[in-house]
């Protein structure tokens, strides 16, 4: 120990000793640890909060791309709030949340508390669910679009058609588009839900279970006193991560209606495709911006929203 | 001592290499990626090069959906194409942007585009100048099946010629299953596709009206004209009923997969259709209205030369441009891309009128207009909504069509310079 002292005492009064050197081993470390840090956070400052900000400051400007952007001031939100489309996609891109988040997480975790308890080709069954979220987004939205389809070619209209029920027009309808391409959209993201779920599930201890089961608590009890509470954490995950999803819902709707984008009559049009389409149709850049910061906003607020509601009491 | 064999080796080809550069001018070419366009234009350069040793032509090519965000974006990092593909449709933002410079006159007298191309070549000009020249134009033409026309008992060597006579011939060979699901759609309706072009440019006219005035930038089809127009393309299915919207997904599928007797598409869907096996096809001119009247959407994709080359490099991509814009140049396109001659001369050889294919998109050239769009995919959604207002949300085609003029209006509007 003693050593050592030594050793540092010398070497910080050494003469000619660089300043480097002249530095506490915990100087050191400290310096070698943020040096390393630096790298990702300098990264993500380049291609993540640089444009961020940059994108707020678009947002005030009338960029197209050709010529250097002039300050507009408010112009871009004054147009977007007055523009009745843009509340169409408004309320499109709360339908695919309000609807979609819970849906999907019901769903999932029915199956995951299921299939938790199965034994049989539990593997492979597990490997089916999570399948479809394996699947490139834009080539299952086509294979959908295809099932959508009015007879002969359509799966779906071809199956009602053999039951004797009416042909349904789903994606060339007003009001059926928008659950049509929800319903292929919480299809995809329920197997990673359901996994999350089981890792969840499995990690209850199982002798809380068995206390219950001497106490005599029944299955419905253990559920809604155990399980559920239990699994807050991953609830509060699921709920949050699967909320900034539909939120951001673009690739189903874009590819199940190339040739209408988010037609028909918009009725399936979330706010990221109208920003895509104002970005780089129409290269108004300054109002797509104006846009990217609606969606940030109420991504952010619905976020910080739902951590709040689901918080721990104490 | 091998060693230093290679190394003198190396330097010489190296010293050969820049000696060669230093002669060559080499100029940048740059389009979107279409695999038989590439390939024309890579047989393009090589003649060219033949000719002109010393000019070398690099050619550069981006997927469709980039292709106008890497032009506008090579342009702000201060470096681009010497010459470019571009639609003409986006002329308006290409010159307002700085791309562009205008042609020389030198080397592209006005008299001679203006007598030697097709007239729809004035899309292309703005104020005094020119700003590119196509190759190639597109148009539209009627394709029928066949096989359909023989079972619905029609004659397959004599197409419809009139709106009237189409949409007969349609109704007689649409087909429902019992429980009236379409099986077999007489023509196709496809806002989506080609039809906004027809509607626009042909029905509004052949009932009478005209989409636009002031060179495209008031809407004018807000009329007794237009409103003719909308119903007898929404009848189509509504009274008609000889097709759906969205029947197969898309109309091009539809007639590829032998279950439309009739479709309305362009040029650049030939090299698609001419794979189909399972029927044979014709293609015949739009059917005019009763008074004869007949019109027609042309469209094309020009070149022209960037704002920033000079010099040697803009001596070279005036060749090269002239090269790309010949008669030769046009003949390789059309074998290659099946897209018909922009210069009068090369289009309309007896061999190329008499041809069954090219014939009726060459005569529908003689009387085609071609749309001064700002916006054309917004302004094609204005088309697309007016129409499914009417066949989904059961809109009056009068409303729906004031309320799509409006859309359109607001559009161009938008988009006038400040």
């Known amino acids: 120990m003693s050593v050592t002292a030594d050793q540092q005492g010398a070497a910080l009064s050494r003469p000619g000793a660089t300043f480097w050197e002249r530095r506490s081993m915990r100087t050191k470390r400290l310096v070698w640890v943020w040096s390393f840090l630096a790298l990702p956070i300098l990264f993500y400052s380049v291609i993540r909060f640089y444009p961020t900000i940059e994108a707020f400051w678009l947002s005030l400007t009338n960029w197209d791309l050709l010529k250097p952007p002039q300050f507009i001031g408010l112009a871009n939100y004054e147009k977007l709030f007055a523009d009745p489309q843009f509340w169409k996609v408004f309320k499109n891109t709360f339908a695919y949340l309000l609807v979609g988040t819970p849906i999907s997480l019901l769903l999932s975790f029915v199956i995951a508390y299921h299939l938790d308890r199965v034994r049989f080709m539990h593997g492979l069954i597990r490997g089916l669910y999570f399948l479809p979220y394996l699947t490139t987004a834009a080539a299952m939205a086509w294979v959908w679009r295809w099932f959508y389809q009015p007879a002969p070619i359509g799966v779906i209209n071809n199956a009602l058609g053999t039951l004797g029920i009416p042909q349904q027009p789903f994606i060339r309808s007003v009001d059926q588009a928008l659950p049509s391409i929800m319903l292929t959209a919480i299809w995809a993201g329920l197997g990673f839900q359901i996994i999350i779920f089981m890792a969840g599930l499995r990690s209850i201890p199982n002798t809380f279970y068995e206390a219950a089961r001497i106490d005599g608590l029944g299955e419905w009890a253990i559920l809604r006193k155990i399980t559920l509470p239990l699994l807050k954490p991953t609830t509060v995950f699921l709920v949050v991560f699967s909320s900034i999803g539909f939120l951001r819902i673009f690739d189903q709707v874009y590819n199940m209606t190339t040739n209408d984008p988010g037609g028909p009559l918009g009725s399936t049009k979330p706010l990221v495709l109208m920003i895509y389409q104002t970005a780089f149709s129409s290269y108004a850049m300054g109002y797509a911006a104006a846009q990217t910061v609606v969606l940030f906003t109420i991504l952010l607020f619905v976020s910080l929203l739902q951590l709040w509601i689901l918080r721990e009491k104490k | ?418």
């Open chain 2, 1 to 418: 001592m091998r060693r230093a064999t290679l190394f003198a080796g190396l330097i010489a080809g190296f010293s050969t290499l820049a000696m060669n550069a230093a002669q060559a001018v080499e100029i940048e070419y740059w389009q979107y990626v279409f695999d038989s366009r590439v390939k024309a234009m890579d047989q393009l350069i090589e003649n060219f090069e033949k000719a002109n040793p010393d000019i070398t032509v690099k050619q550069t090519t981006f997927p469709y959906a980039d292709y106008q965000t890497r032009v506008i974006a090579a342009k702000m990092g201060g470096q681009g194409p010497d010459v470019m593909q571009l639609f003409y449709g986006w002329l308006d933002k290409f010159v307002a942007g700085g791309l562009l410079q205008p042609l020389p006159t030198d080397a592209f007298p006005h008299d001679k585009i203006e007598s030697e191309f097709f007239p729809i070549v004035s899309a292309m000009k703005r104020g005094e100048d020119y700003y590119g020249l196509p190759t190639a134009v597109r148009s539209l033409a009627l394709f029928y099946n066949k096989k359909l026309f023989t079972e619905a008992g029609l004659d397959p060597a004599n197409p419809p010629k009139t709106l009237d006579e189409f949409v007969a011939a349609a109704e007689k060979a649409t087909k429902r299953d019992a429980a009236g699901n379409l099986i077999v759609a007489g023509s196709t309706l496809d806002m989506a596709g080609q039809d906004h072009q027809w509607w626009r440019e042909v029905l509004v006219r052949q009932f009478g009206g005209q989409p636009y005035t002031d060179g495209d930038r008031k809407v004018a089809y807000n009329t007794e004209a237009g409103e003719k127009a909308l119903k007898f393309y929404t009848d189509l299915q509504t009274e008609k009923k000889i097709g759906q919207a969205g029947f197969m997904d898309e109309g091009q599928a539809a007639f590829r997969a032998g279950m439309a007797a009739m479709t309305i598409d362009g040029t650049f869907r030939l090299g698609a259709f001419k794979s189909i096996e399972g029927f044979e096809w014709g293609v015949t001119e739009l059917p005019a209205n009763a008074d004869g009247t007949r019109s027609n959407y042309a469209s094309y994709f020009a070149n022209g030369i960037s704002a920033t080359t000079s010099g040697e490099k803009l001596e070279a991509s005036k060749k090269f441009l002239a090269y790309i814009s010949s008669p030769e140049a046009m003949d390789v396109w059309l074998k290659t891309v099946g897209e018909l001659p922009a210069r009068r001369s090369a289009a309309m050889t007896e061999a190329n009128l008499a041809d069954p294919v090219y014939g009726p998109f060459l005569k529908g050239l003689e009387y085609a207009r071609t749309t001064m769009f700002v916006d054309e995919a917004a302004q094609r959604q204005t088309t697309i909504d007016m129409a499914n207002r009417v066949l989904l949300e059961g809109q009056s085609v009068k409303d729906s069509l004031a309320q799509a003029a409006a859309a359109e209006q607001a559009i161009i509007d938008a988009a006038a310079p400040k």
